[in-house]
């Protein structure tokens, strides 16, 4: 493998040699969330983001 790969490069691999195609919705999931939660810490957005939950 190449020295200077970078993370989403190696996961992307590993998803089609190791074909676990469902970990794909799990992880962009947690993105989605873990973004929420960085910009609901302290945003204008912030009213709209907590009455969504």
């Keep these: 493998?190449?020295?200077n790969r970078?993370?989403?490069?190696?996961?992307?691999?590993?998803?089609?040699?190791?074909?676990k195609w469902?970990?794909?919705?799990?992880?962009?999931?947690l993105v989605i969330i873990g973004a929420l939660i960085v910009i609901g810490q302290s945003s204008v957005l912030s009213p709209?983001?907590?009455?969504?939950g």
């Excluded at 970078?6 to 074909?19: H, P």
């Excluded at 469902?22 to 999931?29: D, N, R, V």
């Design 1 to 3: 493998m190449a020295g």
């Design 6 to 19: 970078s993370l989403l490069g190696e996961f992307w691999d590993y998803l089609k040699i190791r074909k």
């Design 22 to 29: 469902w970990l794909l919705p799990l992880i962009t999931l």
């Design 48 to 52: 709209l983001i907590y009455s969504l």
